[in-house]
Every structure is written in structure tokens, then in C-alpha cells.
């Protein structure tokens, strides 16, 4: 029952809040996104996730279908990837600074004929205003999602060609679940991931295809993993030694990500 999978994806992300005694000491936000984290990577351009958009967008005759709305855009990471093959681009997204950064991204691109629009709301809010586009697009945002089976059913509607979500497959914050428990003795869910969301969207109707793939195959030890376990175990800075030898005997596994997909 779709109603039954949506209410449970909720509950379990409900069930990834931190104690209220623990936030307090956090000197940031471990929610807090930053737009560096979102834009596009070269190496992405070999992701099943832009793999799957460039097929559909190649595979059409229509100019007019050549089109992508890119839904929780972020900084551009998957579709400023894919310029060379569409002629109008709309990115919706609830942050301003992200869509800052977007725009900042595509004009260093500076693409010849591409029609480019931006829209700041979340996507329930938005759809209406985004209008269609050949391809649909949804990358890293269903974990910020409580309620998906109506966001998943206004992708699916504002699509002509198809529709391409990225997810990681366990919770981005996952990484983070070892120590969580060294440092805190605490228990981090698990659930919900990326095979229950192909489940919700099967549940709706949508004959949907999908596949796993390793996000950062060069996954290390370094600075910026330091930073990011401290920020989100909410320790400070004074316990970066202590952060770094706990992930030298504890090394993460690298991130996976599931690309689902399917056709019009």
C-alpha cells in the first residue's frame, strides 16, 4: 500500500532527529548544506545518474524535448553536466544560495543557446510555475523528503520523456553512524534507503528501473572527512586528532548511490 510505505519513509527519517541535549553543543549545523558540496564535478560526467539523462535527451528527435527541469538543483552537480545536449534548463530549489551558485556555474560554462531559468521554492510549491520538460531530474533530495509519494507523482507529471532520481542508498549521514556510536554510545538508524524508495515508486504505478553505483570510489581519510564526521557528531575542533584516529582503525565504506529511472 503506498500509503503504508510513504508514512513508514517518514517515521524513519523522523527517526534520524539528534538529541536536543547533544545539537546544543554542535558549533554548526550538521543539517547546514553548503553550495561547494553541489556543484558539478568533472568525474560526474560518468555517473549512471547523467548516463541515463543524456540517453533520454539524445534519444529524441523533438527539440522541444530537449528540455530538463532539475528539481532540488543544488549548484548544478548533474545538470550542468548536460548543457551540450539540452536548449532550456530549469532548476527549482528551496535554497537562494544554491541557485546563486547555479547560475554562477552556468555562466562560466557560458553555453551558446541554452534558455536557462531558476526558480527559489520547494518543489510542492513549485511544480506549477517549473511547467514540463523533456526530462525530469532529482538528485540527493528524497532524504529531505518526509512525504515522497506526492513529490514522486509531480516529477512523474511534469515529465514528457522520463524521469532520472539519484538517492544515496543509505542515508548521507551514514557515514557518520560508526562514530556516532564511539563518541556517543548512540544508535543511528538505518533505514530508510534507496531500495525502499523503488518500492514507493512502484507502489504509485510507475514501472521503474534502477541500479546501484559507488559515488566516490577514492573515499579516503582526509581533511574534509575529518571536518565533516566532526560536524555531524557535533564535536568541535579540539577533537579533530581524535576524529582522524578513530577513522584510520575505522575507515567508512565508500558511499553508494542508486539511480532510478523510468520512461514516458
Known amino acids: 500500500d503506498q500509503n503504508s510505505l510513504c508514512d513508514t519513509w517518514g517515521e524513519a527519517l523522523a527517526r534520524w532527529a539528534i538529541?536536543?541535549?547533544?545539537?546544543?553543543?554542535?558549533?554548526?549545523?550538521?543539517?547546514?548544506?553548503?553550495?561547494?558540496?553541489f556543484g558539478?564535478?568533472?568525474?560526474?560526467?560518468?555517473?549512471?545518474?547523467?548516463?541515463?539523462?543524456?540517453?533520454?535527451?539524445d534519444g529524441t528527435e523533438d527539440v522541444s524535448s530537449k528540455s530538463v527541469l532539475d528539481v532540488g538543483c543544488?549548484?548544478?552537480?548533474?545538470?550542468?553536466?548536460?548543457?551540450?545536449?539540452?536548449?532550456?534548463?530549469?532548476?527549482?530549489?528551496?535554497?537562494?544560495?544554491?541557485?546563486?551558485?547555479?547560475?554562477?556555474?552556468?555562466?562560466?560554462?557560458?553555453?551558446?543557446?541554452?534558455?536557462l531559468r531558476l526558480i527559489c521554492g520547494a518543489w510542492l510549491s513549485a511544480f506549477e510555475a517549473a511547467g514540463k520538460a523533456g526530462v525530469?531530474?532529482?538528485?540527493?533530495?528524497?532524504?529531505?523528503?518526509?512525504?515522497p509519494c506526492e513529490f514522486i507523482l509531480r516529477l512523474d507529471d511534469a515529465a514528457t520523456l522520463?524521469?532520472?532520481i539519484e538517492i544515496h542508498e543509505r542515508h548521507p549521514h551514514s557515514t557518520a553512524?560508526?562514530?556516532?556510536k564511539y563518541f556517543w554510545g548512540i544508535d543511528r538508524p538505518t533505514r530508510p534507503t534507496g531500495e525502499d524508495l523503488v518500492e514507493i515508486v512502484k507502489s504509485l504505478g510507475i514501472a521503474a528501473q534502477s541500479?546501484?553505483?559507488?559515488?566516490?570510489?577514492?573515499?579516503?581519510?582526509?581533511?574534509?572527512?575529518?571536518?565533516?564526521?566532526?560536524?555531524?557528531?557535533c564535536l568541535d575542533?579540539?577533537?579533530?586528532?581524535?576524529?582522524?584516529?578513530?577513522?584510520?582503525?575505522?575507515?567508512?565504506?565508500?558511499?553508494r548511490s542508486r539511480v532510478i529511472w523510468w520512461t514516458k
Open 162 to 164: 522520463g524521469v532520472v
Open 136 to 147: 525530469v531530474i532529482c538528485a540527493n533530495v528524497l532524504y529531505n523528503v518526509p512525504t
Open 211 to 233: 541500479e546501484t553505483f559507488v559515488r566516490d570510489p577514492e573515499f579516503e581519510v582526509d581533511e574534509a572527512m575529518v571536518r565533516s564526521i566532526r560536524e555531524r557528531v
Open 19 to 37: 538529541p536536543d541535549e547533544i545539537l546544543a553543543k554542535a558549533t554548526k549545523s550538521p543539517w547546514q548544506l553548503s553550495p561547494e558540496m
Open 74 to 115: 543544488g549548484a548544478g552537480a548533474v545538470s550542468l553536466l548536460l548543457l551540450d545536449h539540452v536548449v532550456s534548463l530549469t532548476g527549482v530549489d528551496a535554497s537562494q544560495s544554491m541557485l546563486d551558485a547555479f547560475e554562477s556555474g552556468f555562466q562560466r560554462a557560458n553555453p551558446s543557446a541554452v534558455d
Open 40 to 57: 558539478p564535478i568533472s568525474d560526474r560526467a560518468l555517473t549512471p545518474t547523467v548516463s541515463k539523462v543524456r540517453q533520454l535527451l
Open 177 to 180: 553512524n560508526a562514530a556516532w
Open 237 to 255: 575542533a579540539s577533537r579533530d586528532e581524535e576524529i582522524r584516529n578513530f577513522l584510520v582503525r575505522n575507515p567508512p565504506a565508500p558511499p
